[in-house]
């Protein structure tokens, strides 16, 4: 059976002790190695209202997607029912939801935005 699991971190050590100058040996510990942040996968769902084209500016603004591209998902939206508009850490994605569910309210459309563990 493959072993899909990452290989463990070394354990920590204490780092050299350095001298503070006043007589005592002070011992700092290496930090913790920092995993990779978890990340969240922003989505747009569809429906039988919002303008096409207003999704299209959507995914431009706020995805920074060219205009082909953005169509491209867009249409996927329409066909498939949602499609990944961008893969970012929690607070980015989560940002980016609420803005484009804003951005949907003002404008009067039904379009709706999640996110989730990508
Ligand atoms: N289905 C919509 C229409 O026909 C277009 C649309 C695409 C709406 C993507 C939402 O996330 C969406 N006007």
Known sequence: MPDDKPAPSPPTRP???PDDGQGA?????QSARVEPPRMYQV???NDDYTPMEFVVMVLQEHFQRDFETATQ????IHHEGRGVCGIYT???ASTKVETVLAAAKRSGH???CIMEAA
Do not use: Y
């Not at 040996?25 to 510990?29: I, L």
């Open 15 to 17: 780092a050299a002790k």
């Open 25 to 29: 040996v002070v011992a700092e510990r």
């Open 43 to 45: 989505v747009l769902l």
């Open 73 to 76: 998902i867009m249409l996927k």
């Open 90 to 92: 929690k607070d980015v």
């Open 110 to 112: 039904p379009l709706q």
